[in-house]
Structures are given as C-alpha cells and as structure tokens.
C-alpha cells in the first residue's frame, strides 16, 4: 500500500480539524483509497496545542526548514492564514518539491500566479478547495463537473459570518451592531471584523472562483466590494413586504470570455429565490452553465471539520493523482489585456428616501427617475409620521451609473429630506 505522508503547518481550528480527520479516518482511507495516509509532523510554535491533540513531541516542529528537509513528508498543510509567514513557508515547500494543499484565499488569490510558477518549476501539485466555501466541493465541481459548460454566472453567499449576521437581523428585528456584539460573543465573528463584515473575505474567494469559472484570471482589484456594515434594520423589513430577503451576494457573470463582471455587495433576492432560503452561516453557490443549466451547492463555508474535509479530500487528491493540473488559463498577476471588466453593471436598485409629505414630491422624484430612463417596478409608502415619510422604490433593470446620478439629483430635490439606502436588486 502506498504511504503519504502529510505536514500541517499551523494548528489553529482548521489545522486541529485537519489532523482529527486523518488521525481518526486513517484506517478508512487505507480501505477506501488504498492509501496510508499518516501525519509526519507539525508546525506549530505553541507545543502545547500539539500535545493536547496527542501528537508526539518529536514531531512537533519550529521551522519550515525541518519540515522540507524531511524526505517522509510528501504533503504540506498550510492552515495558517494571511500572506505572511505562510507565502514563504508555501514557496520553500514547493521548492523542495512538495505537493501543497492550502485553504488561504487572501494568500491564494493575491499570489496564485506566483505559487503555480513555483509549483510548475518542481512539478508539484497545488491544490486549494479549501479557500473557498469551506466544506463546501465548489473547486472541484468548477474544476472536474463543470467542464463541460460555458459558466455565464455564479451567484454566491460565501461568507458565513455575514449571513448569520443578517439572518438574524431578519429574523429577530435588531440592528446591526447589536447582532455584531453577539456575533462576536458567540464566537461566530472575529474580534476584529473587517474582513468579514467589509466584503474583503468574499471578494478573496470570489477572485478564485470567477477565474476558475471562466477560465481567465480575474485580480482582486477587479472585484467591486461593498460590505453589510451600513445595513438598516428597517431595510430588510421594507425589502420582506415587498418579497425580498437580504444577502451578501458574490455575483460572477460572463458574457463568452470576453466581458466579465465580478461583484460583493449587499443585494435583494426575491423570496423564492434558492438562496433566500441559504440562512445563518451556511453558504451556497448557485452556477449557470450553457449545457447544465442551474446547479446549486449548500453547505458550511467555515468551522474546523468542514474545512478539513475539503483540506482532507485535496490531500487524497494529490496522494492518488500524479498527474497535476494547475490553472486552465495563463495564470499572471495582472488580467488578460482581451477582458473588458464591467463597471457600470445593470441591476434593479430598491431606493428609500425621506420626504416631507407634500403635493407633488412623488412626480418630482418619478421625474428624476425618468429622465435617466430609470422606470419604476414597485412603490411602497409608509406613512408613519406626520410630515416625513418613507418612500420605497424598486427600479426595472437599469445601469449602475444612471441610478447614481438620478440618486445625486433626488437628494438635492426640496422637500427629499434624505435617500436613506439604495441596494441593488438580483435575480
Ligand atoms: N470567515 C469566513 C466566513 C470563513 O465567515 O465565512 C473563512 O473564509
């Protein structure tokens, strides 16, 4: 039987996850995949966490030098996170011809390029369906299931934390920083927030997926960002009398290869809709292919165990496949100068503006609206105060940049008090 052995750099909860997996299942995969899986050593500077996992000291290692110099090591785990220090641990593994299996999207999708060059040069593999969506098997069905197809969208709800965040705003009627505290208590938020909260963790996952999608490489600063942290309460109540639930949506669109659109954001679905149904921190993906059709894969994009399964099923990957397969396209740091990045995108927008409620103020605003060709869809007034009063509109499909220059116009209209939110429509 052939035996791989495997190192995991960083015990942190993906790598405990990782290492409960083989440690457990070894016996299984010996059965299963013929294979003896067996982890040769770790990389962790706090041994204690090592040793409660019951892992021997002699295997408990400081650096990246010991763990490339061990000829018994075939697979290198890198669980750690962010660039540094794990591009220079990925890129010494690969140059000592070790096969890598990563689930760091900030790292993956910043330097892929660079990694694949490296890889490349040692003939190793390099293999990351854990960066993205977690447990979810969203790299190997774009990679290995949908090869088939041209994949003209891809609508995703890839990160967790945001959509346990507003699910429960949804749910339970509170506020965004309330829900944010127990997030954050409840261990379902970082401390720290950004990442999550801003986009920039969904646009990471979304650089790969949309390059992986429509086989060109689509660079983090194509991806327009947008996060949930100025989402208002009484929005998503507006949006459910109208039909609508709120979702941080990754959306990929591709019209052949040639114009491509990439985008984080904030947005309305319509209550049918498959992913409306995506609630607290599941993630789902939902992919357009020209042959298949609509599929749609659900599961959980985070934790110690779903991340390891799909760290687990790269490693077996790269233990019973000697033939590597790295990006279907050239893969370099800048885009290929043929792709038009789409910037002034077409969607419906939902509109709430504060007026005084006066004769007059809704053909003033429709007027706006109409001279930037923007036609309105649906209309809700409620009129709660006396004076002021919401407005909401939810627009046809229009251009990004047309709903931009109406919005400045209507703002500066007497009698509009505020435009309180515009959220884009999907779907
Ligand atoms: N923090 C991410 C999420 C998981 O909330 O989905 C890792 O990318």
Redesign the pocket.
Known sequence: MKSVGVAILGLGVVGSGTYKILRDHREFYRQTQGIDLSVECVLEINRQRALDLGIEESKIYDNIAEVVGNPNVDVVVEVIGGVEPAKSFVLAALHGGKSVVTSN?ELFCKYWYELEAAAKRTNAGLYYEASCV?GVPIIRTLIDGMQANVVTSLTGI?????NYILTRMSREGLGYQEVLKDAQNLGYAEKNPT??VEGY?ASY?LSILSSLAFHTRVPLDKVYREGITEIAQQDIEYGRDLGYVLKLLAIGKNDGGKNIEVRVHPAFIRQDHPLASVND?F?AVYLQGDSVGDIMLYGR??GDMPTGSAIVSDVIYAATHSDVKYATFKNTEHADKNVRFVTDFKSRYYIRLTVQDRVGILAKVAGVLSKYNISISDFLQKAEGVENIPIILITHVTSELSVRRAVEKIAALEDVLEVNSVIRVEG
Do not use: E, L, M, R
Request: aromatic share 0%; net charge neutral.
């Open positions: 999207k977690g890839i990160n967790g934390t945001t990442a999550d963790d996952k921190s993630n994009g985070a």
